[in-house]
């Protein structure tokens, strides 16, 4: 086949969800014909393949290297889109839907490096037509990032380890402020002052709790106590 003919040819796998033809067509096509036009948007598009084939490391090491070969293309914001997608993909397990657990608990560094990258390309891309959907994401993962904090620092709470769980809460509110998470984090903090017998500090975390959240605050009826327990 023409170079032309073995990118549709794998083009159409791709749209029609054939993602492992696609892989093979787009590989062959780079095998055949590695320095045409038609292999660069190949490699950008197995990258894409890979990804919604639940191959995520491949995903990423493939966009790796277009970004590393073809640094100037005009389509490589693309190929850091992809490795923020492909570093994120949360799957519930039997248990986590049984027990109703949020993934939110577990090891938070997929979420870590998915947001790095989607921040790489917001910097380095501003105007890219996916720098809105990064930014979407962004936010998402801010919220999954704070809320696994948020974990943490309950852990630390019920284990009586008061200055970790005011570290945990205070990471949360100077790395995360537009979180949903932060009313908790404040929460916390108040405990765990008062648990510390910092009774200033607890009553300073209270004043800005009810004043920035006072939905949270009535919600919470712990609020308007002195956190005594």
Same mark, same amino acid.
């Given at each position: /086949?023409?170079?032309?003919?073995?990118?549709?040819?794998?083009?159409?796998?791709?749209?029609?969800?054939?993602?492992?033809?696609?892989?093979?067509?787009?590989?062959?096509?780079?095998?055949?014909?590695? @320095?045409?036009?038609?292999?660069?948007?190949?490699?950008?598009?197995?990258?894409?393949?890979?990804?919604?084939?639940?191959?995520?490391?491949?995903?990423?090491?493939?966009?790796?290297? %277009? $970004?590393?070969?073809?640094?100037?293309?005009?389509?490589?914001?693309?190929?850091?889109? $992809?490795?923020? *997608?492909?570093? %994120?993909?949360?799957?519930?397990? @039997?248990?986590?839907?049984?027990?109703?657990?949020?993934?939110?608990?577990?090891?938070?560094?997929?979420?870590?490096?998915? %947001?790095?990258?989607?921040?790489? *390309?917001?910097? !380095? @891309?501003?105007?890219?037509?996916?720098?809105?959907?990064?930014?979407?994401? /962004?936010?998402?993962?801010?919220?999954?990032?704070? !809320?696994?904090? $948020?974990?943490?620092?309950?852990?630390? /709470?019920?284990?009586?380890?008061?200055?970790?769980?005011?570290?945990?809460?205070?990471?949360?509110?100077?790395?995360?402020?537009?979180?949903?998470?932060?009313?908790?984090?404040?929460? $916390? /903090?108040?405990?765990?002052?008062?648990? *510390?017998?910092?009774?200033?500090?607890?009553?300073?975390?209270?004043?800005?709790?009810?004043?920035?959240?006072?939905?949270?605050?009535?919600? !919470?009826?712990?609020?308007?106590?002195?956190?005594?327990?």
């Amino acid at each position: /086949m023409e170079a032309k003919e073995l990118y549709d040819k794998g083009k159409s796998a791709l749209n029609s969800g054939d993602y492992e033809l696609a892989i093979e067509d787009f590989e062959k096509l780079e095998s055949r014909y590695p @320095f045409r036009v038609y292999a660069q948007q190949a490699k950008l598009d197995i990258a894409y393949a890979y990804y919604k084939f639940g191959e995520p490391e491949s995903a990423i090491s493939t966009a790796d290297l %277009f $970004i590393k070969t073809y640094p100037r293309h005009p389509n490589v914001d693309y190929a850091y889109y $992809i490795r923020g *997608l492909a570093s %994120f993909t949360p799957e519930k397990s @039997f248990f986590d839907k049984l027990f109703r657990l949020d993934p939110a608990s577990r090891d938070p560094r997929s979420a870590q490096k998915s %947001f790095q990258y989607f921040s790489e *390309l917001i910097e !380095r @891309f501003p105007d890219s037509k996916y720098a809105g959907d990064a930014v979407q994401r /962004m936010i998402h993962l801010e919220n999954y990032l704070a !809320r696994h904090e $948020i974990y943490v620092a309950n852990y630390y /709470m019920k284990r009586g380890a008061y200055v970790a769980a005011v570290n945990r809460a205070d990471f949360i509110i100077e790395n995360y402020p537009r979180a949903t998470s932060v009313p908790k984090a404040l929460d $916390i /903090m108040v405990k765990a002052y008062r648990k *510390l017998g910092l009774d200033d500090l607890s009553d300073d975390a209270r004043r800005i709790l009810l004043l920035n959240y006072p939905d949270y605050s009535r919600q !919470r009826k712990a609020v308007n106590r002195k956190f005594d327990s």
